[in-house]
């Protein structure tokens, strides 16, 4: 059974820094794309804020770039999102997202709340 879970979320001031880890468990083939979404407010759509792919290319929204920093582990089916200078318009759940190589299967995880307030 496949399983994605999101950590490291939480209560942070204004200017500061989060680092959020995602970890994935009984995927059998290899890992295409790993990313990061964000849903700011119920009802609104997730949006993008960062994707990896398997050779480390990477995109970011243009409200993180900069401040955001996308990392992965292969070796650990890991995903990470470095987040610094936080505003309190990056308040939201973060979600990571999968994409498998060979079936292109897309698993989400639950989420992790992030707080950005003084």
């Known amino acids: 059974q496949v399983q994605v879970v999101e950590s490291g979320g939480g209560l942070v001031q204004p200017g500061g820094s989060l680092r959020l880890s995602c970890a994935a468990s009984?995927?059998?083939?290899?890992?295409?794309?790993m990313a990061w979404y964000r849903r700011q407010a119920p009802g609104k759509s997730r949006e993008l804020v960062a994707f990896i792919g398997d050779v480390g290319g990477t995109i970011y929204s243009d409200s993180v770039k900069g401040r955001f920093t996308i990392s992965r582990d292969n070796t650990k089916n890991m995903v990470y999102l470095q987040m610094n200078s936080l505003k309190p318009e990056d308040t939201a759940v973060y979600y990571c997202n999968l994409q498998t190589s060979q079936t292109y299967q897309s698993y989400w995880g639950q989420g992790t709340q992030v707080i950005v307030s003084s």
């Open positions: 009984g995927i059998t083939e290899s890992i295409k794309k």
